[in-house]
């Protein structure tokens, strides 16, 4: 009997002990779940007061999380199965040969309106060419309206143009014979860019 008491009373106090260790452990890791939080909190707010601060690491943030947006942007498309997003590349309007006419010169707008409705192609090309052929002609001393005429003669305008003996581009120019004319503009394939053809064409 007395043994059994002994027992009962060893397992209360034992289990008190526990329940007291369980608290004190559970207590202790809410303080320090407590501290991190206020911890993480306090580096969030330091990075934005100093680090916002410098327009250097703002910017820095901005791109990095507007392409992470971007990123998830495209796989949740994809996801449901529009490709288009993953094709994108905002910055191929900058590769684009396009110049707006009415941004022109009277006469120069003129001319590019009039070379767009003779050779059925689009004004905008055409007016960032005109400009070009007026910039290099006031250079070279040669009369853009000439260096228009030998493109409408030579190709038509189509920056793709090929003739049977290998002349390439709008100015016709003789990709194999003159191919280091082209090493300035990064090799032979600039042929086919219409601004570099027609620096080529007119040396």
């Keep these: 009997m007395r043994a059994n008491e002994w ?19 559970g207590h202790g890791m809410l303080e320090v779940s407590h501290n991190t939080l206020a911890l993480v909190g306090l580096a969030a707010v330091v990075t934005l007061a100093f680090g916002f601060g410098r327009a250097d690491l703002r910017q820095q943030f901005e791109s990095v999380t507007l392409e992470y947006l971007q990123q998830r942007h495209e796989q949740r498309e994809l996801a449901a199965g529009n490709l288009l997003p993953s094709l994108s590349e905002p910055e191929a309007v900058t590769r684009a040969t396009a110049a707006d006419p009415r941004s022109l010169p009277r006469e120069q707008a003129a001319v590019a309106n009039w070379i767009a409705r003779r050779y ?3 004004p905008e090309p055409i007016g960032a ?3 070009e052929a007026w ?17 409408a003669i030579e190709s038509s305008f189509n920056p793709f143009a090929q003739s049977p003996v290998g002349a390439q581009g709008l100015m016709q120019v003789m990709t194999r014979v003159h191919d280091d004319k082209y090493v300035a503009f990064g090799g032979t394939h600039a042929a086919f860019d219409p601004i570099s053809n027609l620096r080529v064409g007119v040396q």
């Design 7 to 25: 027992l009962c009373r060893a397992w209360q106090g034992t289990a008190r002990s526990l329940g007291v260790f369980v608290r004190d452990v």
């Design 120 to 122: 059925k192609v689009a």
């Design 129 to 131: 060419l005109v400009q």
């Design 135 to 151: 910039m290099i002609g006031r250079r070279a001393g040669i009369d853009p309206t000439l260096i228009l005429a030998i493109m």
